[in-house]
């Protein structure tokens, strides 16, 4: 069974900081690997999608890397942003369609 | 272009009703998957349809839910005889190939009293 692991479930910093959010899956017969952000009570919003191919894709401030021997990815905030808060999910698709999630790490980024 | 679309945004149903909840996929996407996030949990998958075709419903509970996604029209995820354990949100998202980014809709939030 596949499980997906984010580390840390929270994180408060100040605005301007660089920030790590880690992505662990159990996995390796990873197809894709999709970062997301959900505002408290909305949807989800699509950030980056990484296939197995790549090592790493960045939008804007934005850079998701994924390293699949090891099972693991990390995206990166460049120079954070009180609007950054948010909730920040990984989801793991293998050979089937389905997304399986983490349980989010919750950032508050501090003006 | 329009992105996924859901409705009703906030649905309130008394135990032993029905629960209909709707899913407009954007314009060109043929595959749609429906995802559960129960309250302090995260989200879980449910069912993933192809026009006219389930095709995947292993994260579906056995009794009282159903899906189906028709030639025309949205996909629908109906809960029959609703209990308070069917109280969260229901996102919908589609895709336009099987294993393509997938775009999520805002969520119907239902809640059963």
């Known amino acids: 069974k596949q499980e997906v692991t984010q580390i840390p479930a929270a994180l408060s910093v100040p605005e301007g900081e660089n920030l790590v959010l880690n992505c662990s899956f159990t996995?390796?017969?990873?197809?894709?690997l999709q970062w997301f952000r959900q505002d408290p009570g909305k949807g989800l919003t699509s950030l980056l999608l990484?296939?197995?191919?790549?090592r790493e894709q960045t939008s804007g401030r934005l850079n998701a890397s994924l390293d699949k021997s090891s099972g693991r990815s990390t995206l990166y905030i460049a120079a954070s942003q009180p609007g950054d808060s948010a909730t920040y999910l990984c989801?793991?698709?293998?050979?089937?369609?389905?997304?399986?999630f983490g349980e989010g790490t919750q950032l508050t980024v501090n003006p | 272009n329009a992105g996924v679309m859901q409705n009703p945004r906030h649905l309130v149903r008394r135990r032993g009703q029905e629960a209909r909840l709707r899913c407009s996929p954007m314009k060109g996407h043929s595959h749609v998957y429906w995802y559960r996030q129960l309250p302090e949990e995260g989200l879980k998958f449910m069912v993933y349809?192809?026009?006219?075709?389930?095709?995947?419903e292993s994260g579906m509970p056995k009794e009282r839910f159903s899906a189906e996604f028709p030639k025309e029209g949205p996909s629908i995820l109906r809960i029959q005889q609703v209990v308070r354990g069917d109280s969260a949100a229901y996102f919908c998202a589609s895709s336009q190939g099987r294993q393509e980014t997938q775009y999520f809709g805002p969520g119907t939030r239902l809640l059963v009293l």
């Open positions: 349809l192809q026009k006219e075709n389930i095709i995947d």
């Open positions: 996995d390796s017969a990873i197809y894709n």
């Open positions: 990484i296939q197995s191919s790549q």
């Open positions: 989801a793991f698709q293998g050979r089937g369609s389905r997304l399986t």
